[in-house]
């Protein structure tokens, strides 16, 4: 039972993050601010992927094991450059390409066909 709380918490609580950014964006204040994360969610999947890469060497055996050795607010401070980088290499990527790697190489299998890459 505490599994399913757990999941319907954590599906709740991305509702109210998804809910909270859409009314943000609605306000003209926050479009320009809101809009820099677009790089990001253009290359959600590769955004994506190296996350998890960088989780498991740092959390996990496969690198450095701190899972459960550092504190939440330690977490974050690791979080938030990393989040940066990644907002940079696709704004980077962004402004030389269509797509992001992952996507690419996704889309292509999808489509059984190489696609365009650069701009």
């Known amino acids: 039972m505490g599994g399913f709380l ?3 918490f954590n599906f709740s609580l991305s509702l109210l ?8 964006y609605r306000r003209a204040r926050w479009q320009p601010l809101l809009h820099q ?3 990001l969610g253009k290359m959600a999947l590769t955004t994506y992927l190296v996350q998890t890469a960088f989780g498991l060497v740092l ?3 496969l690198g450095f ?3 459960g050795q550092i504190s939440p607010a330690y977490c974050m401070l690791l979080a938030a ?3 940066a980088c990644q907002w940079a290499f ?3 990527w962004l402004k030389r390409f269509r797509l992001g790697p992952v996507e690419w190489l996704w889309r292509s299998g999808t489509y059984l066909k190489w696609q365009r890459l650069r701009l």
Do not use: E, K
């Not at 993050?17 to 943000?24: I, P, R, V």
């Open 6 to 8: 757990f999941d319907a």
């Open 90 to 92: 696709s704004r980077w």
């Open 59 to 61: 959390f996990y055996g």
């Open 17 to 24: 993050y998804l809910a909270g950014f859409s009314l943000l």
């Open 81 to 83: 450059p990393v989040f």
């Open 65 to 67: 094991g701190l899972l």
């Open 37 to 39: 994360l677009v790089p």
